[in-house]
């Protein structure tokens, strides 16, 4: 139900946009999340917007680099990510939580759906 797309192999120091779409409900009252998973690496959680989308959240590992935004008539959630490292190689997965109309998410736990994933790979 969840969809990510827009991973790929960068050259650290590059960029790409990632984006979590939902094909059979709205995103409009849900808090979404992106988490990461690295072979051997516990998943993370890399950041979060509210779905007001006034509120967002990020990971001191990510922060200043990454950009959440959301675009509800496209059903669609982004995640900038510029100035890449070799340590953001990852599979990145989107999730999404029912909160109805609210100004805060979580980076951590209680999200219900999720996409399947998309490999990020920086390196030269």
């Known amino acids: 139900q969840l969809v990510e797309s827009g991973g790929g192999l960068v050259q650290p120091g590059g960029s790409l946009r990632l984006s979590c779409a939902a094909s059979r409900f709205t995103l409009e009252y849900h808090a979404i999340g992106w988490f990461r998973q690295a072979p051997g690496k516990e998943r993370e959680g890399v950041s979060c917007?509210?779905?007001?989308?006034?509120?967002?959240n990020y990971a001191d590992s990510v922060k200043g680099r990454f950009t959440i935004s959301r675009d509800n008539a496209k059903n669609t959630v982004y995640l900038q990510m510029n100035s890449l490292k070799p340590e953001d190689t990852a599979v990145y997965l989107c999730?999404?939580?029912?909160?109805?109309?609210?100004?805060?998410?979580?980076?951590?736990?209680?999200?219900?759906?999720w996409g399947q994933g998309t490999q990020v790979t920086v390196s030269s």
């Open positions: 917007i509210s779905s007001s989308g006034g509120s967002t």
């Open positions: 999730a999404a939580v029912l909160t109805g109309r609210s100004n805060s998410c979580s980076r951590s736990s209680g999200y219900d759906y």
